[in-house]
């Protein structure tokens, strides 16, 4: 894909998060106008602060004025965000966004549950558009998310993946293809399946976490039943959402995310990272005993 010769400004909501961040800093770097979108209008570097709720309805128009594309990240653990995030597309339209990307999963095709019904809903909304289904991130391991808190502190990983596979993909390969395609001169127009370059099981991902940051690392392998009703006792996640979650184990298990992509190469020009090197990078600084 070819870079836009000229492009306006780009709403990036979530632009604290794992990707949002990722997104609004290579747009600023590049020089293309950002509107950093969180609930608390966080500054970020390059780019102009602003308030963003997804349940607030009133914080829609102030963060969409002078935008004219958006990338949209939906709101955490909502299991039915269209409720919020159509209202909210409606106004983008009106205030003149000819551009939305929207992240949304791989295992989540149009028309699926929860943000299955915005990516169905998008194409008949903006005359450019986008949907970025990347699998599992590698950040899972080692950012925020529940199973770096376990490897840090239990030096285990808890799911019902069974020796099913995945094409873990790095969040900073999610972040190059979302600004890539909000500010290319031609959009998509479709759904973009986004992988790293290999796929590998949670027993994988343990041994490569042993191997480099010289802390044993275990995968505990549990039914279905068994991680929903962790995440709901002891991780404390609401039990419809909890359960879905181990649903989504359960179909790699399954062999649902046994697959490989070129997309990123196709997109950005270069090769997704390995979960070594992303392991490597993100540990740099850190150590031995916290991956």
Known sequence: MSPASGSGTTLVIGATGTTGSRTAARLAAAGHPVRAASRRAVPVAGADPVRFDWYDPASFDPALTGA????????VGDPAPAAVMLPFLERARAHG????VLLSSSAIAAGGPAVGAVHEALPGLFGEWAVLRPSWFMQNFTGAH??????????????ATGTGRVGFIDA??????????????R?????????GPETLSYDDIARICTETTGRRVTHHRLTAEQLRDHLTETAGLPAAFAAMLASLDHAIADGAEDRVTTTVHDVTGRPPHTFREVLHRE????TPTHP
């Open 283 to 286: 540990t740099a600084t850190r």
């Open 97 to 100: 966004v000819r551009r939305a």
């Open 187 to 195: 959009a998509p127009d479709t759904d973009l399946i986004l992988t």
């Open 68 to 75: 004219d594309r958006v990338y949209l990240v939906p709101p």
């Open 172 to 185: 900073d390969d999610i972040a190059a293809v979302a600004a890539t395609v909000l500010t290319d001169d």
């Open 146 to 159: 529940a199973h770096a808190t376990a490897i840090r502190e239990e030096g285990v990983i808890r799911s």
